[in-house]
C-alpha cells in the first residue's frame, strides 16, 4: 500500500491488546444517511477501541460544525478518553473511509506523530469475522498533551488572501452539483455554488465502493482530471471540515501534501457575505 498514512487490517489485528497501540472509532454521518455513530459503537467495535465523537471534542463556541478545539481542550478531552501522549493512533469508521480521516487530520494537527487510517475500517475488519466488543469503552483517562499546528488550520480570511493572491489551488470535496450550484446544501441558509477559484474533486472519486482509498495511480489520475498540479500548493475545503481531510489523505497517497484544511468550509464561507460563483470550475 502506497500511502504512508493507513495501515492494513492485518497490521492492526496483529497488535490488539499492545497499550501503545490506539483504534480510534471516528465514525459520523450526514443526516441523510440515518446512522448514529455513537449508538454503533455501543453496538460493536474493534476491542479496545475509543469513540471519537468530532461534535463533541470541538470549539462548540462558533456555530459551525465539528470545529478544531483548543490545544487545551483537546489534550483534556483525548486524555478523558484513555489516549496517552505517545500513543500510536489507528483512526477507522463504520463507512470505510468517511469521518476518519478528519481523526487522522485532527490528530495530526494536535501534534501526533504516529497517526494512521485503517485501511477499509470497520467494514473490512468485520468483512474479514475480526473480533469486536460492545459497550462503552473501557480505556483508563490518561494524560495527553496537544501541539497544535496552526499553519494547518486555515479561516475565512486565510482563504479569501488565497483566493485574491492564488498563492495555492483551492480543492473543493463536496459532490459536482453542489459545487456548480445545482442542488441545495444539506445545511439550511447556505448559498449554493462554491469559492470563487476553487477546483472540485467530490471525495467519492478518490474513495472506492469497498470504502478503502485508490491507489496511487487514480488518484494522481483523478487529481489530474479535476486541474489539480500537485507540484504546487494546495488547501482542501469541503461542506464542514470532513471530506477536505480525505483529499488531504488522498494527496498523500499521491506524493503531494495538502498545506492546510478550511476549517469552517462551506459551513461558514456559504453562510452570507462571502463571494459566489456557480457552475463548473474555471480554470487557468
Known amino acids: 500500500m502506497s500511502n504512508p498514512n493507513l495501515v492494513s487490517t492485518e497490521w ?59 490545544a487545551d481542550a483537546f489534550s483534556q478531552a ?85 483566493l485574491a493572491a492564488g498563492s495555492a489551488q483551492v480543492i473543493d470535496a463536496r459532490p459536482a452539483a453542489r459545487f456548480r450550484g445545482e442542488a441545495p446544501e444539506p445545511r439550511p441558509g447556505l448559498a449554493s455554488g462554491h469559492m470563487p477559484g476553487s477546483l472540485n474533486l467530490p471525495f467519492q472519486e478518490i474513495v472506492g465502493a469497498d470504502g478503502k482509498l485508490k491507489e496511487e495511480a487514480e488518484l494522481r489520475a483523478a487529481f489530474e482530471a479535476a486541474g489539480v498540479d500537485l507540484s504546487k500548493p494546495i488547501v482542501t475545503t469541503c461542506g464542514s471540515g470532513v471530506s477536505a481531510a480525505i483529499v488531504a489523505l488522498a494527496l498523500e497517497g499521491a506524493g503531494a501534501k495538502a498545506d492546510g484544511i478550511y476549517d469552517g468550509s462551506w459551513a461558514e464561507w456559504g453562510a452570507g457575505g462571502r463571494p459566489v460563483a456557480t457552475g463548473p470550475a474555471k480554470r487557468d
Do not use: C
Request: aromatic share 10%; proline share 8%; no cysteine.
Open 12 to 70: 492492526l489485528a496483529e497488535r490488539l491488546g499492545d497499550p501503545n497501540v490506539v483504534p480510534v472509532d471516528g465514525s459520523w454521518y450526514l443526516p441523510d444517511a440515518n446512522r448514529d455513530g455513537p449508538a454503533e459503537f455501543l453496538e460493536r467495535h474493534i476491542p479496545g477501541a475509543a469513540f471519537f465523537d468530532i461534535n463533541v471534542v470541538a470549539d462548540t463556541s462558533t456555530g459551525l460544525p465539528h470545529m478544531l478545539p483548543s
Open 78 to 162: 483525548v486524555g478523558a478518553l484513555g489516549i496517552a501522549d505517545g500513543a500510536t493512533i489507528v483512526a477507522y469508521d463504520g463507512a470505510g473511509l468517511f469521518a476518519a480521516a478528519r481523526v487522522w487530520w485532527t490528530f495530526r494537527t494536535m501534534g501526533v506523530r504516529d497517526v494512521f487510517v485503517l485501511d477499509g475500517g470497520l467494514p473490512k475488519w468485520l468483512a474479514e469475522g475480526r473480533p469486536t466488543e460492545p459497550g462503552p469503552s473501557t480505556r483508563a483517562p490518561t494524560q495527553f498533551a496537544a501541539r497544535r499546528d496552526s499553519a494547518a488550520v486555515k479561516d475565512a480570511e486565510d482563504m479569501a488572501a488565497i
